[in-house]
């Protein structure tokens, strides 16, 4: 994975919410797998809940 910055990676995912990148354009900027950047985008739950649960309501768990 690129090394970024918690602040960069924050935007980066809010740039998700709105639309503006999706998270496969994502994995490719940053050179990671999906489970890489999954578990990235849950350690926001300790760091930036607001962000987090702002994900979650727009992007729901769903299990298959």
């Known amino acids: 994975m690129e090394k970024i910055t918690q602040e960069e990676f924050e935007n ?3 740039e998700i919410i709105i639309g503006k990148i ?3 354009q994502l ?3 940053l ?3 999906r489970v890489t ?3 990235k985008i849950q350690e926001l739950s300790i760091y930036n809940p607001e962000l987090y649960e702002e994900f979650i ?3 729901p768990y769903r299990p298959k």
């Open 27 to 29: 994995l490719k900027e």
């Open 57 to 59: 309501t727009k992007f």
């Open 37 to 39: 950047l999954n578990n």
């Open 12 to 14: 980066k995912v809010k």
């Open 31 to 33: 050179k990671t797998d």
């Open 22 to 24: 999706n998270r496969v």
